[in-house]
């Protein structure tokens, strides 16, 4: 499984920008993408998660103001933050929980991170 994340960059306080995570794997399915930020100093931290069915989740910090979704079309993810605020400045990954239905293998791969910036 590889994992491309883009879509970061500089945005003032209460703006919106709009992460994609491209998945491409080769025998193996994914059942679920989450997004993660790590600022500086700090753990990093699950974001959000949407499921091979469509199930989403949220962390409390983000509930209302981030939206994950998916087009399976161009294998892409999103992940939607509006009203960004200086908490939310940090490097977000995406990561995807893969099994091989063939042997039961099973992992979690990771992106790049793409940097998020809220500042005036």
């Known amino acids: 499984v590889q994992l491309q994340a883009s879509g970061g960059g500089l945005v003032q306080p209460g703006g919106s920008l709009r992460l994609s995570c491209v998945a491409s794997?080769?025998?193996?399915?994914?059942?679920?993408i989450e997004w993660y930020q790590q600022a500086p100093g700090k753990q990093r931290e699950l974001v959000a998660t949407?499921?091979?069915?469509?199930?989403?989740q949220y962390a409390d910090s983000v509930k209302g103001r981030f939206t994950v979704s998916r087009d399976n079309s161009v294998n892409t993810v999103y992940l939607q933050m509006n009203n960004l605020g200086p908490d939310d400045a940090a490097v977000y990954y995406c990561?995807?929980?893969?099994?091989?239905?063939?042997?039961?293998?099973?992992?979690?791969?990771w992106g790049r991170g793409t940097q998020v910036t809220v500042s005036s």
């Open positions: 794997a080769n025998a193996v399915s994914i059942n679920a």
């Open positions: 990561a995807a929980d893969w099994v091989n239905y063939k042997d039961w293998a099973a992992g979690r791969a």
């Open positions: 949407i499921t091979s069915g469509g199930n989403t």
